[in-house]
């Protein structure tokens, strides 16, 4: 099966690009980038601020299943061209990361379909790095805490 | 010699895997990497010949040390690696597009 979302990240670049395509209008997909209530859904963050407008600004904040704040989020909005385009910025907080640059373009291909194509643009290439290995460095982590947990059993 | 399944293997090991995570980002002599492990240094030997093998590491010489780093070419095609970060984004966007259909 073809997977409906792709990521090209070349090596020792600072950047990559995302690209998915939608069984959605191009305005519903639009929706989704711009009103709190859906982004909380669907990005499962807590939208603390979201001024959805040529220089406004954002923040997110996600807690775990305990309630804690695992991470803040904030950015501003640098062009925003309703069904077409938002450049904005975006950070992490307490994080190594740094700030990144993300340019989403909203293209229609049919009245029901729709594509995003989502660039983005880290400080150096050892930050996009570490972005794109966090998910894989916790999958490992977790691996390791379950094999932790069954060794503690069988103690 | 099938290079391909072998380097699917190489990277199946998550001992591996921490491996090239540790090294994607700046290259590392053996016993730098070792050192991240509680492996026995004899173990961590033989990942690093076998990743050298399947050419995701490269080995370079400099001065009386040798410092493995990632042979991108490689690592490129081992798509696996960016897999788990590809997967977390999927996932948000199937969200997404079955919350939006109740928009329609």
New interface residues.
Partial sequence: MEQKTKINAEPHRQEYVITREFDLPVELLFRAHVEADIIEQWMGTKVLKLESRKFGGYQFETADAKGNVAFKASGVIHELRPSQKIIRTFEMENTPFGVQLEVYDFEKLTDDTSRLHMHVIYESVAKRDQVLKMPFAQGLNWAHNRLQDVASKLK | MNLRRDVFQAIAD?TR??IL?LV??QSLTAGAIASNFDTARPTISKHLSILTECELLVQHQQGREIYYH?N??N??EVAD??????????E??????A???K??
């Fill in positions: 998550p895997r921490a995570l994607a980002s990632i991108a070419k690592m490129k690696f960016i897999e788990p970060f590809r997967k977390m984004w999927d948000r966007f199937n969200k997404l597009e919350i939006m259909k928009y329609k």
